[in-house]
C-alpha cells in the first residue's frame, strides 16, 4: 500500500514562494508517475503538475506553467512542488498523488493513491 504524506504548505503573500514536498512509502517509488492536485473551496480538484516515473516528463496545468515546477528524487522517495510568484487564486489544499499510469494519463485519468493534503493560503 502507498502512503503518500505532504508537507510545505502554510499562508503567504502574493508573490512569495513556498515548496511543498511529498514523502512516499510502501511500493516502488520509480514505479509511479507522481503528480500534485489541488481544490479550492467550492471547487472540484484540479491537476496542477504531474511528472513521469525517471523525471524526464512533466505536464503542467496552464494555471502554473512558468511558476510551478515539479520534480522528484528517487533515491528520497519524494516529490516536489516549487511554487513561484503566487497569487491568491493559488490557495487551494494541495495533494500529492501517486499511480502506476503515465503522467501524461494523470492529467486527464487522476490517481489511484492521495495523500491527505497541505493547505497553502494566499493573501492578497
Known amino acids: 500500500q502507498v502512503q503518500l504524506a505532504e508537507s510545505g504548505g502554510g499562508l503567504v503573500q502574493a508573490g512569495d514562494s513556498l515548496r511543498l514536498s511529498c514523502a512516499v512509502s510502501g511500493g516502488t517509488f520509480s514505479n509511479y508517475a507522481m503528480g500534485w492536485f489541488r481544490q479550492a473551496p467550492g471547487e472540484e480538484r484540479d491537476f496542477v503538475a504531474t511528472i513521469s516515473w525517471s523525471g524526464s516528463s512533466t505536464y503542467y496545468a496552464d494555471s502554473a506553467k512558468g511558476r510551478f515546477t515539479i520534480s522528484r528524487d528517487n533515491a528520497k522517495k519524494k516529490v516536489y512542488l516549487q511554487m513561484n510568484s503566487l497569487k491568491p487564486e493559488d490557495t487551494a489544499v494541495y495533494y500529492c498523488?501517486?499511480?502506476?499510469?503515465?503522467?501524461?494519463?494523470?492529467?486527464?485519468?487522476?490517481?489511484?493513491?492521495w495523500g491527505q493534503g497541505t493547505q497553502v493560503t494566499v493573501s492578497s
Open positions: 498523488t501517486a499511480d502506476l499510469s503515465t503522467a501524461r494519463f494523470m492529467t486527464i485519468g487522476g490517481a489511484r493513491y
